[in-house]
């Protein structure tokens, strides 16, 4: 789960990376655009409506807890998913709140930072070939309201 001022991006793992997130080679592969996506899937992505919109999931993020629209689009993406997976989140609390809601299994550690913390140092460039939105506009916007809150 990869959360953004567009909106929520679930991506996918093709390849098991336990073994290699503390070596050289996973730097480099966390560096190359192309090579990471390859193995870093796009899954699907629902974008929030408003601004405001954006504020409240982010409000609800800021909490650690589960706002409803996240809570049905994971469901909706769980239910046309045809393989068991666990899903990936940042927050270890999110995470709990996440099984609790929605009884997803769910998953918390150092690999799902490291794939994580590779879309958030590609996203600028992925998110151009898949949205046409100014990022910065609707991250200044955001970051103005919820400095507000």
Known sequence: LFENTAGYFLFFC??????????????????????????????A?????????TLKNFLFLSKSSVSNFLSNFLFTQIKICPQKFLLGVEDSKLATKIYEKNNIQVINNELVLEIIRGIRLHFGKFIQNFIHL???????????????S
């Open 134 to 148: 100014s990022l910065r506009k609707n991250l200044n916007t955001l970051a103005f309201f919820f400095s507000r």
């Open 45 to 53: 992505f629902v974008p929030f409506k408003t601004t405001e919109h």
């Open 14 to 43: 093709t390849d098991d990376f336990s073994m290699q997130i503390k070596t050289t080679k996973w730097e480099v592969f966390s560096q190359n655009y192309d090579d990471f996506f390859k193995k870093i899937k796009f899954r």
